[in-house]
């Protein structure tokens, strides 16, 4: 049974930063895209940084790149999202997903149709 479990989130002021993390088990190979995604309330979720697994290639949207850090550690099976400046905008729930690297990451990580595995959320809050 596939599983994704994200931990790490909670409040934080403006400016400063919070680490996420996702554990994925059932997956017997390592052939498999992580993404990070987001949904904050009366919103679409938006997809923000994707890893490939086999290979650690990454992704990142236009509204993190440079702010954000995706890895990964397939022993592991673990994938982390390093959030820096985080700003009040950056309030949402984080989700983390997994799919099969069937696309090129940029088309995978901007459609969350391609990730047949959530995990459950963690809330992530960005006030003073």
């Known amino acids: 049974q596939v599983q994704l479990v994200e931990s790490g989130g909670g409040l934080v002021q403006p400016g400063g930063s919070l680490t996420l993390s996702c554990v994925r088990s059932?997956?017997?190979?390592?052939?498999?895209?992580i993404g990070w995604f987001r949904q904050a309330p009366g919103k679409e979720r938006e997809g923000l940084s994707c890893?490939?697994?086999?290979?650690?290639?990454?992704y990142y949207s236009d509204s993190v790149k440079g702010r954000f850090a995706i890895t990964g550690d397939n022993v592991k099976a673990t994938a982390y999202l390093q959030m820096n400046d985080l700003k009040p905008e950056d309030t949402a729930t984080y989700y983390c997903?997994?799919?099969?690297?069937?696309?090129?990451?940029?088309?995978?990580?901007?459609?969350?149709?391609?990730?047949?595995?959530w995990g459950q959320g963690t809330q992530v809050t960005v006030s003073s």
């Open positions: 059932g997956f017997t190979l390592d052939y498999v895209v």
């Open positions: 997903a997994a799919g099969t690297p069937v696309t090129t990451l940029d088309t995978m990580c901007t459609n969350r149709a391609y990730f047949g595995s």
């Open positions: 890893i490939s697994a086999s290979d650690g290639s990454t």
